[in-house]
């Protein structure tokens, strides 16, 4: 099993600012991804982190909004730019490795924007 | 304080009962099915999945039900406990490993 480390755990910003979140696991894995959970909502995929390489984004959300750095195995980061209320939410980082059906989760960063 | 499952539909079961959660999906062509169980303040954690080519699978006190004729899917969570309270999801592993996340459903156990 794999243990995530998110940072900050929550945060409150100024709109208009941007907020960069940490994920850290404690092993090596292939795959890393973050995901949004708006409040009292499910978990909606926002990109796979790709090592080396840019991240591959869904269909709604860019690299300008949720740019997404992964230098290596163990370690992303999520920011989030030029905040809104509406980017008020949790956001998780998740990973796991091909082939594994068990993705592993972060506790989450609770970010509200006033 | 959460806000995780404030909105969703709600299971309320007698502590010691069984607990049936239910859910739909939409990809034929997800080939893993995958239940979550998320507690106020963590990230979801897995609990049990089943291949797309299977129709049941157990495990510790919980139970996977695949019916890919009508893309539905449940959980049975037998004996359930009051750390069984929390919010359920369930998930299809598409392509690339990718999950997308049904609605979820929030099971509160009355003692």
């Known amino acids: 099993s794999a243990v995530i480390s998110q940072k900050p755990s929550r945060d409150i910003c100024q709109r208009g600012t941007s907020l960069t979140i940490q994920c850290q696991v404690d092993?090596?894995?292939?795959?890393m991804f973050w995901y949004r959970q708006q409040p009292g909502q499910s978990l909606t995929l926002i990109a796979t982190?790709?090592?080396?390489?840019?991240?591959?984004?869904e269909s709604g959300f860019v690299i300008d909004k949720f740019p997404i750095s992964r230098p290596n195995l163990t370690f992303s980061t999520l920011t989030v730019s030029n905040m809104s209320p509406e980017d008020s939410s949790i956001y998780l980082c998740?990973?796991?490795?091909?082939?594994?059906?068990?993705?592993?989760f972060g506790q989450g960063t609770r970010l509200t924007v006033v | 304080g959460e806000s995780v499952g404030l909105h969703l539909p709600t299971l309320s079961v007698q502590e010691g009962d069984n607990s049936i959660i239910n859910c739909a999906y939409s990809?034929?062509?997800?080939?893993?099915f995958i239940w979550y169980k998320q507690e106020s303040g963590k990230g979801p954690q897995f609990i049990i999945d089943?291949?797309?080519?299977?129709d049941k699978r157990q495990g510790q006190r919980v139970t996977v039900l695949l019916n890919k004729t009508v893309k539905h899917l449940s959980l049975q969570i037998a004996a359930t406990q009051p750390g069984d309270s929390a919010v359920y999801f369930c998930a299809e592993r598409a392509a690339g490993n990718k999950l997308t996340f049904g609605g979820g459903t929030r099971v509160l156990v009355k003692p």
């Open positions: 982190a790709n090592q080396g390489s840019e991240a591959t984004y």
């Open positions: 089943i291949r797309s080519n299977m």
């Open positions: 990809n034929s062509a997800s080939d893993y």
């Open positions: 998740s990973a796991t490795d091909v082939g594994d059906t068990e993705a592993f």
């Open positions: 092993s090596q894995v292939t795959m």
